[in-house]
């Protein structure tokens, strides 16, 4: 007998989540079904989401008492870690349930909510896949990284052929990337950094350090260091507005589309942890944000103003 917190952080069906709650209950494992109450696109109070989340767990309490399955149930932060980390708090529970929706298959599902739980609550989670749900948390619209994606094949034929192009690519672009990254900081770094300002900043989960946020305009460097346990990424915007309101997609991550933002930099993959990279550009003078936008670090706190004085 175990104490299982149950997150269901999503919208949509649930039958997925109901079948993996009888099975532990069936072990009379004692489950407690959290429910975040993060933002949905018709919500624009604390009241209107806390009423949303409030309703999804009456749902799912009900559909889990139907199938003769007892649990207790709360409403939680709009952020899923924090929500977890005050239930575990409560219920000391011995292990996770994340419903997710099924993997596509794409770039970022190796970063799914799971992995993020698993890693910064260190229980086992397991993942409930769910067909038709939509994840709260949410993963971000990805951009590019075409050669990483051949396209649905129109024919069996077709099918390998893009597949061996696709692993070719991916050969070919690892290859570069390694290749780009030793000479960088092996030959070619000093002079890649030469008369910039170096500005060394660390990612932590769930923070990001800068040890100069009110640089001089021109060229600068930021040597981004990992510093972990997550993988994270450095993306900087020149915007207006501040680090702590940038505005947001219905998933509660950085609409990065948004007119208000100019993308600057962009470390484009994660940064594994213990790696560095370096960033150089040439800055203006301006208000910058810098920020980890992976789903849900921007919202644990991985933002910072930077000041770029003229
Ligand atoms: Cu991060």
Redesign the pocket.
């Known amino acids: 007998m175990a104490d299982v917190l149950v997150v269901a952080d999503f919208v949509g069906p649930h039958d997925a989540l109901v079948a993996a709650a009888k099975k532990r209950a069936a072990a009379s494992d004692a489950l407690h079904l959290l429910v975040p109450a993060a933002p949905l696109p018709h919500t624009h109070t604390d009241g209107q989401r806390e009423a949303a989340a409030r309703e999804r767990l009456t749902g799912l309490l009900d559909a889990l008492n139907q199938s003769g399955v007892h649990a207790d149930g709360e409403v939680g932060d709009p952020n899923v870690f924090q929500a977890v980390a005050d239930a575990l708090r409560r219920t000391n529970a011995d292990d996770l349930i994340v419903v997710t929706p099924p993997k596509t298959g794409e770039r970022r599902d190796h970063l799914d909510i799971a992995d993020h739980l698993e890693r910064a609550f260190e229980r086992p989670v397991q993942r409930i896949e769910q067909p038709g749900a939509r994840l709260l948390a949410g993963h971000r619209a990805e951009v590019g990284f075409a050669s990483e994606h051949p396209g649905p094949p129109a024919g069996a034929g077709i099918a390998l052929r893009n597949t061996m192009i696709g692993v070719a690519a991916v050969i070919a672009l690892c290859g570069a990337v390694v290749l780009g990254y030793v000479l960088h900081h092996h030959a070619n770094r000093e002079a890649a950094l030469r008369g910039a300002q170096r500005i060394a900043v660390t990612?932590h989960d769930?923070r990001i350090q800068v040890a100069n946020p009110s640089p001089r305009a021109g060229k600068i460097a930021f040597l981004v260091a990992n510093g972990g346990p997550?993988?994270?990424?450095f993306v900087l915007f020149k915007t207006a507005r501040p680090a702590a309101g940038m505005p947001l997609g219905s998933d509660g991550n950085i609409d990065e589309g948004s007119p208000l933002l100019n993308d600057v930099l962009d470390s484009g993959s994660d940064i594994t942890p213990g790696k560095e990279r370096d960033l150089i550009a040439t800055l203006p003078a301006g208000h910058y944000v810098a920020v980890?936008n992976?789903p849900g670090?921007y919202r644990l706190g991985?933002r910072v103003d930077i000041n770029v004085s003229g």
């Open positions: 990612e769930f997550s993988a994270h990424e980890c992976l670090h991985m």
